[in-house]
């Protein structure tokens, strides 16, 4: 897995993981759904992805989208 597919991964996941819990715990669970939409927004606009960055450091490959 790349960089590019793992960050999609990542976001998907915490995106439904927000969205199940603010239907099921609390509605305040819609911050990290909303996190996670902004922080798409801004990577698109700056090319700056924080969760790539951490990945990088982890060891995983580079994708096409973040081989900075």
């Known amino acids: 897995m790349n960089i590019d597919r793992a960050v999609l991964t990542l976001a998907g ?20 759904t909303g996190f996670v939409g902004l922080n798409l927004l801004q990577s698109s606009v700056t090319g700056f992805c924080p969760a ?13 989208a973040f081989d900075r």
Do not use: D, H, Q, Y
């Open 13 to 32: 996941t915490l995106t439904l993981l927000g969205t199940l819990l603010a239907a099921t715990a609390s509605p305040w669970w819609l911050l990290l």
């Open 52 to 64: 790539a960055s951490i990945l990088r450091r982890l060891g995983v490959r580079p994708g096409p």
